[in-house]
């Protein structure tokens, strides 16, 4: 789901970060009251692990491989603002700290993973839960997935339209979201269970570990 | 605490934060391909003999989603009978560059000290990138367990199942560090006023 550099323009990133930047400050100052010696090393502690988790690579048939991301599992245990800040600091991590993913893609992917996915996950969880609360883990965690990269594949799919030539020649990403839709939502609809069933029992399981004495 | 801005290190890590970002920017915004290639050439210089490591690097992260997105336009231009060839070296340039300009920025500046402007700030990516390390080195142990017990090339539900027990691990270990790091700011009193 990630977007590299160089795939999307200037008028992208740049309204992105502007608006990333508030909302960063704004969960920040929303988080400070929160923040105490527990919280703090909660945070940080899942951000490695979200980190991970989207390097354990499950192999698809076929040969690919997809990987979960823990949005689900992170917004449910630790609300949407703080999910939100830890994607954000993975993504940031993986870019500049490990050199992998896009600084240029940091904001964008920010948006659609860490506050439209929690967002998501979040809302889908408090929507269901009275239903069933397996189904509304399993439901948050799916949508979790596909949202963000539903949101991502429509960033992508307009970059032809807004950053081309005189000649109409695309100037960064030069597809359309008739080909970029398809190819990005029907395999995160896949991934999307795997992450559906990663928030379910690792929710379940942290609730647990949560609830018992230190 | 100490002032981060009275650290020289630290001055000229932020400085070169800035300088990164204004990199970043003009890269996206040039769209000639001549002065991507341009800007390409001095990236290197300023790696100096780390070059050929760098572009080595770089080659090997960028190949398979540009592959994909090249071959994928070329076909797309193919049945539209029209010259790709622009848009690919454009297209190719500026990952590259902008790749090539990020790999050198996280090889010659300290990020923790550039951020050193917030105590939690500082801690929290402290934290989380040791615990990040200390998993990546646990994932790569865990995946030479599964090629080297495995008197055959593993199968799909092998797979699955180590992938199952990493998870179990990881979320085992993070809860552990998790403790551990909470107590070990409430004995040093971090939160305290």
């Known amino acids: ?28 100052r929303r988080l400070r009251a929160r923040l105490d010696e527990e919280t703090l090393p909660w945070l940080a502690v899942m951000t490695a692990l979200s980190f991970v988790l989207m390097m354990v690579a499950l192999p698809l048939p076929g040969g690919s491989t997809v990987h979960a991301a823990g949005i689900g599992l992170l917004a449910l245990s630790f609300g949407v603002w703080m999910s939100f800040l830890a994607v954000s600091l993975v993504l940031a991590m993986q870019a500049l700290l490990f050199g992998d993913g896009g600084i240029t893609a940091l904001p964008v992917n920010a948006l659609a993973m860490g506050l439209a996915g929690s967002m998501a996950a979040w809302w889908t969880w408090r929507g269901l839960r009275r239903t069933n609360e397996s189904l509304a883990l399993f439901a948050a965690g799916w949508v979790s997935m596909v949202l963000p990269a539903l949101l991502v594949a429509l960033v992508l799919g307009i970059q032809p339209a807004i950053a081309h030539d005189t000649a109409g020649r695309p100037l960064f990403f030069p597809f359309g979201p008739e080909v970029v839709l398809p190819a990005v939502l029907l395999p995160h609809a896949l991934v999307g269970l795997g992450e559906g069933l990663l928030t379910l029992l690792g929710h379940r399981y942290l609730t647990r570990r949560r609830a018992q004495p230190a | 605490m100490n002032n981060p801005f009275a650290d020289p290190g630290a001055r000229r890590d932020r400085l070169a934060l800035l300088a990164y970002a204004l ?32 572009l080595s690097r770089v080659l090997r992260t960028v190949l398979p989603f540009n592959l994909a997105v090249s071959m994928g336009y070329l076909m797309l231009a193919w049945l539209r009978t029209e010259p790709p060839w622009q848009t690919l070296l454009l297209l190719n340039l500026r990952v590259l560059l902008l790749t090539a300009i990020t790999f050198l920025f996280v090889r010659r500046v300290n990020l923790f000290r550039a951020l050193g402007f917030s105590r939690s700030l500082t801690y929290l990516l402290g934290l989380a990138y040791s615990q990040a390390l200390t998993f990546r080195r646990a994932h790569e142990d865990f995946r030479l367990a599964l090629v080297s017990r495995s008197p055959r090339r593993p199968g799909l539900m092998d797979r699955y199942r180590v992938s199952a027990a990493a998870a179990s691990w990881y ?14 700011l409430r004995s040093r009193g971090f939160f305290d006023a």
Do not use: N
């Open chain 2, 23 to 54: 990199a970043v920017l003009a890269a996206t915004l040039v769209h000639d391909p001549r002065w991507l290639a341009g800007g390409l050439t001095v990236t290197l210089l300023l790696a100096g003999s780390g070059a050929g490591g760098l």
């Open chain 2, 171 to 184: 979320l085992e270990k993070a809860l552990a560090a998790a403790r551990e790091s909470a107590q070990a």
């Open chain 1, 1 to 28: 789901m990630h977007i590299p550099d160089g795939f999307l323009s200037p008028q992208t990133y740049v309204p992105a970060y502007a608006v990333c930047a508030g909302l960063w400050v704004l969960g920040m």
